[in-house]
């Protein structure tokens, strides 16, 4: 376990910014009360780590507590965000789904009839779309919400908005990348390294 | 030490030429010898003094400046890309401030590139609007055009009409005879 690189940390930001807005400094600036008993005592701050290829968000005294475990033996701590590929690339898991959605800045609200396709790993067509934000752009990274605000999940947008109201009820309107179906269906995955 | 260690064999060879010139004439010199070592020390002495001179490293004698030495290229080869001080392997990001630093940079980068599609996104609108109301344009005026057309037509029957009703019939046979005529004709090919 370690902290990330500039290059790690810069290929992090850039595929977190496609989700989130400037609210994406709050990442770095959220703080936890302190477990250490004391009023003064300072509070915890999140920080970023990777272990074996995984990126972790994770408070900083439990990454702290962590070092005292071996690599080997550490599986997963905090809140896993995603791997990098071998080629450096970085890939979002659905765990970071917690992070990212209450700092969304493009959202897509899908109706009731449209929760269970895409659960169940369906791309997001228009006859099921509650409703969307104004002007997102063509291949924008959204996240997906049921119509009362929970997230489901997050994709990149087909079609910008003003071309996606004249597309017919059938055709996609958002490519899913990860649902919280996710997390029955790739269970046994998901977690091991 | 080092004066002590030379005393040592200046005496060692003050023995040895006693010992080896047992007899014969060595008395004179012998009588000398003793009032020889005298000077000696005074010798060593300025011999001492020049190496402990001479032992003092260069970098302590003198700084490179006061060489006045011409500068060396500074230019770093290729092959070279580090300074053989600099820290080995990855340089981790772990304060806020490096990390505000990217981030600030990569939110101007996506903001940029966000702005930049909305404005191409409204620039294609705004075409393809364009092109819409003219293609809306030329379909409405094909229409007219076929509708002048109609109605001029149909006119040209009505007055054709009126001019001659009572042959109306045989002509129009006539007319659909010489129709088929040359359609046939036309179809007719041989191979050969």
């Known amino acids: ?193 | 030490m080092p004066p002590k260690a030379r005393t040592g064999p200046s005496k060692g060879g003050d023995k040895r030429s006693s010992s080896s010139k047992p007899s014969t004439s060595a008395s004179s010199s012998k009588s000398k010898k003793p009032s020889g070592p005298r000077p000696k020390p005074v010798q060593q002495k300025t011999k001492s003094k020049t190496p402990t001179l001479k032992k003092k490293p260069p970098h302590l004698r003198y700084t490179e400046k006061d060489l006045k030495l011409p500068s060396l290229n500074g230019i770093r080869p290729a092959g070279v890309q580090k300074p053989p001080n600099a820290k080995k392997g990855k340089t981790f990001v772990d304060d806020k401030e490096q990390m505000n630093a990217i981030l600030a940079i990569v939110m101007a980068e996506k903001e940029g590139n966000i702005e930049s599609k909305m404005m191409r996104s409204r620039q294609l609108e705004e075409v393809r609007e364009a092109r819409r109301i003219e293609a809306e344009k030329r379909v409405e005026s094909k229409k007219a055009g076929l509708e002048e057309r109609k109605k001029g037509i149909k006119e040209d029957g009505r007055k054709k009409g009126k001019g001659s009703r009572d042959d109306s019939g045989p002509a129009g046979a006539e007319v659909t005879q010489e129709k088929v005529g040359p359609r046939k004709l036309r179809k007719r090919v041989s191979f050969g």
Request: net charge positive.
């Open chain 1, 1 to 193: 376990m370690r902290p990330l690189t500039d290059t790690e940390t810069k290929t992090l930001f850039t595929k977190l910014a496609n989700y989130t807005g400037r609210s994406l400094n709050n990442l770095l600036t959220d703080t936890a009360p302190s477990t250490t008993s004391g009023a003064n005592s300072t509070p915890d701050r999140y920080v970023f780590r990777i272990q074996k290829d995984r990126v972790y968000y994770v408070r900083e005294s439990l990454a702290n507590l962590a070092t005292s475990i071996a690599r080997d033996n550490l599986l997963s701590l905090g809140t896993c965000l995603g791997k990098f590929t071998k080629t450096g690339k970085f890939r979002l898991h659905i765990t970071a789904l917690d992070v990212l959605a209450p700092h969304a800045r493009y959202k897509v609200w899908v109706k009731a009839n449209g929760e269970m396709p895409f659960l169940y790993g369906g791309h997001v067509v228009k006859a099921h779309v509650g409703r969307w934000s104004e002007d997102v752009p063509e291949h924008q990274g959204v996240v997906v919400m049921s119509m009362n605000d929970t997230p489901l999940g997050f994709g990149v947008t087909a079609r910008s908005t003003a071309e996606a109201r004249r597309l017919d009820p059938t055709g996609i309107v958002t490519f899913r990348q990860a649902d919280v179906g996710e997390y029955l269906r790739e269970e046994d995955t998901l977690f091991t390294t």
